[in-house]
């Protein structure tokens, strides 16, 4: 048996999700799209920010002493320097047999509230024509440089696309036992506060909350 919760995250401000490649269109660093042109966070994202804020609450004794482990498993082990293998094979190998499984299990975030929901923003956005400027408008670039003494150099103008304040929504399933949502709303969430790229220049401000009875898909 599991229980699930939805998770929600409010953007106050313009956030990147790096999709790891420029847009041909003038951005040198273009955000991740679902397949119909909208935006959202990678389930792999959202469980590593999870990850990180549970590691410092652990830290700071606000989560029992082993949570993390529990809830998202073990880390991998550093690769030796001795010469051993490091093939992709090897390492699927060493995780496999070396390293736990963790109980929480997270889904992307994306516009929409619910499954049905999410589909409905998808299947919008997947029929919108090639000009239409609606989908558009959920996006910007901003530019910046690289300075020295507070003097731009030459060659280091940086196009970033952004995406706009929106609200997302994932869901977590996790052990029958809903005590790790209480633990996760009340001591893990509130040390999230941005994401994605540029958090040290003001980007990807947010709320992230935790809902018990939202969690059905």
Request: net charge neutral; glycine share 12%; with cysteine.
């Amino acid at each position: 048996m599991t229980t699930s919760a939805r998770l929600t995250i409010e953007l106050h401000g313009y956030w990147h999700a790096g999709s790891g490649r420029g847009d041909g269109h003038g951005a040198d660093a273009a955000v991740v799209r679902t397949p119909g042109g909208l935006p959202y966070l990678p389930g792999r994202t959202v469980k590593g920010l999870l990850r990180d804020a549970a590691v410092t609450a652990e830290a700071l004794g606000r989560c029992p002493r082993g949570s993390v482990r529990a809830w998202f498993g073990s880390p991998l082990p550093e690769p030796e320097e001795d010469g051993t293998d490091t093939s992709f094979a090897a390492e699927q190998t060493l995780h496999r047999y070396t390293t736990d499984g963790g109980s929480l299990r997270v889904s992307s975030a994306r516009l929409g509230a619910s499954r049905d929901d999410q589909r409905r923003w998808e299947a919008w956005a997947g029929a919108a024509l090639p000009d239409d400027a609606t989908i558009a408008q959920l996006y910007r670039t901003v530019s910046s440089t690289a300075l020295e003494q507070g003097v731009a150099l030459a060659n280091t103008l940086r196009v970033v696309e952004v995406t706009v304040p929106v609200t997302l929504h994932a869901c977590i399933d996790g052990p029958d036992d809903p005590a790790w949502i209480d633990l996760l709303a009340a001591n893990v969430l509130p040390l999230i506060r941005r994401l994605g790229k540029g958090r040290t220049r003001g980007l990807g401000a947010c709320t992230w909350s935790l809902d018990r009875e939202g969690g059905q898909r």
